[in-house]
């Protein structure tokens, strides 16, 4: 069982696979010291849903005790896409989302993270209206639920929505149920996106322009990821923390500042490198960026 006592301050994690279980996840957590996790609740790459089963519920349950781990993040599947305008596709995206809150609330899962969707040719006012009035649907059809649903930043490819900060904004504002939205910041999305943070001056300027725009109390978790792309390529390629176009210096500012403390920070870096355990060496290298 993890000793509270030396808990760090710096609340990092990893996505972790739910191979052989859900609670597999929690558990390769606890064995790289992490108090923080993301995960899927079921394959992130197909349509199916397969209902969860009380043993799955009740393991996981146990585990997250035993571990003492319960800051745990979901991530919904990357199929789905509430901005478009297919109804099928719509229809299909709506009830995945609706099933994957309805997971979080059975897992006990406090927030769940969304890519907010491509507006597929039709424009980006058009896309933002969609989601909005998909979230705002699917938040009444499941009233009961907690879990926060986190917007994700991202990179800018093709007709995705949230590249930019004024996007997911515009996206907040029309959410009737505020308490149940968020931000997800993903380091790569917003330095493809070209947002520099690559220095103290772009860094500094990145996190104000985000409290001016969305609020930095509405920021919710961190996706730390370094880039295989050059800043405001729009291209989303994550790379091992300091060896891309962000740099180390970047991270030590985030990980170092007292404003983000609080949230959750989650690497999705190559699981190898150099034939080591990619979460192992690049959670190790980001505590080692704490000053004390």
């Not at 609330?105 to 009035?133: Q, T």
């Not at 190559?270 to 990619?278: F, L, S």
Request: proline share 3%; with cysteine; net charge neutral.
């Amino acid at each position: 069982m993890m000793d509270f006592a030396s808990r760090p301050a710096l609340i990092l994690g990893a996505h972790f696979s739910i191979a052989g279980g859900l609670e597999r996840a929690i558990l390769e957590a606890a064995s790289r010291q992490c108090n923080t996790l993301q995960l899927f609740t079921k394959n992130a790459m197909t349509w199916k849903e397969k209902p969860l089963t009380e043993s799955a519920i009740q393991k996981f349950t146990e585990i997250k005790t035993k571990t003492g781990i319960d800051n745990i993040i979901s991530h919904a599947s990357y199929l789905i896409n509430i901005a478009g305008p297919d109804p099928k596709k719509a229809a299909m995206s709506c009830s995945a989302l609706k099933q994957e809150i309805l997971r979080c609330r059975l897992l006990d899962i406090p927030c769940a993270v969304l890519h907010p969707g491509a507006h597929m040719g039709e424009g980006e006012a058009k896309g933002i209206a969609r989601i909005a009035e998909n979230i705002n649907r699917i938040f009444e059809q499941t009233g009961g639920a907690a879990t926060r649903l986190l917007l994700e930043t991202t990179a800018g490819q093709g007709t995705s929505i949230g590249h930019r900060f004024e996007q997911l904004a515009a996206v907040m504002d029309q959410i009737e149920d505020k308490s149940r939205i968020g931000v997800c910041m993903d380091t790569c999305h917003i330095f493809a996106a070209g947002y520099d943070i690559s220095d103290k001056s772009g860094y500094e300027k990145t996190m104000a322009d985000f409290d001016d725009i969305v609020g930095l109390n509405n920021l919710r978790v961190l996706h730390l990821n370094d880039a295989k792309k050059a800043g405001g390529t729009r291209v989303d390629r994550h790379e091992h923390i300091g060896e891309g176009f962000i740099g180390i210096h970047a991270f030590e500012l985030i990980i170092n500042d007292a404003r983000l403390q609080k949230i959750p920070k989650i690497i999705e870096t190559p699981k190898i490198k150099n034939t080591q355990d990619g979460d192992t060496v690049n959670l190790d290298l980001l505590r080692k960026l704490q000053i004390q």
